[in-house]
């Protein structure tokens, strides 16, 4: 008499196909969605009874907006999943989560993501290939950057600053040491790099590509205003 595996068998069989539509480990998009992940998302376990296996990206419920359904399109076309939208008005936060064992895996054993608190990243496991590290800085950036203007009155023009802030000194060191070895200048402080000037800043911009609204929106008004004065 032949065993019913009844609900696992079904189960067993949805994760088989979930993981059959899983993308390359070097494909590019997934890539940046690694760089997101690092920049402001997180791998976490919940549940008693019923484990779940959670991957989340988090974003300023208030200013992107935009950003937020281009990072939505990106699961949705490499991941094949949509995800669990969720809104925090007192946080002004906006959660994207997927509840997918398959795809906690990928990043928990392929890129060895850490569960829980990001107290530690490999990166061993960073991309190689200067086509994948940029976009991989991208997403980082586009999750956990920030652009802004210094308009001391010694500066002819606002002179633009890019900065990334993270906990993390390993991946710090990483994305300064690869900056550096494509001729962008950084300095490195103790929880963030930083990037001045306009030739950094127009070099980001067409290298990096960022696509966060937020930030192509101070490139592009800055270029349309300031740029022809030089800084």
Request: glycine share 6%; proline share 3%; net charge positive.
């Amino acid at each position: 008499m032949r065993p019913n595996r009844g609900k696992n068998s079904v189960n067993h069989n949805r994760l088989r196909l979930i993981r059959s539509r899983l993308p390359k480990l070097n494909n590019t998009t997934l890539i940046e969605i690694f760089g997101m992940l690092v920049g402001d998302g997180w791998l976490g376990i919940t549940g008693k009874k019923r484990i779940r296996k959670q991957v989340c990206f988090c974003g300023n419920l208030k200013t992107e907006k935009n950003y937020c359904n281009y990072v939505r399109n990106k699961i949705k076309s490499t991941l094949n999943v949509n995800g669990y939208y969720k809104e925090r008005i007192e946080e002004n936060t906006y959660y994207i989560i997927i509840n997918s064992e398959s795809i906690f895996d990928l990043f928990r054993e392929f890129f060895d993501f850490p569960v829980g608190i990001k107290n530690y990243f490999n990166v061993n496991k960073f991309p190689k290939a200067w086509s994948k590290q940029k976009v991989f800085i991208r997403g980082i950036f586009d999750t956990d950057g920030s652009t802004f203007f210094d308009k001391d009155n010694r500066y002819r023009v606002p002179y633009p600053i890019l900065d990334i802030t993270l906990t993390n000194p390993e991946v710090l060191d990483w994305v300064t040491d690869i900056l550096r070895k494509h001729n962008f200048t950084v300095i490195r402080g103790a929880k963030y790099i930083r990037l001045k000037g306009s030739k950094n800043f127009h070099k980001w911009f067409k290298d990096i590509s960022p696509k966060n609204q937020v930030h192509k929106e101070k490139y592009s008004k800055w270029i349309l205003e300031y740029s022809s004065m030089g800084s």
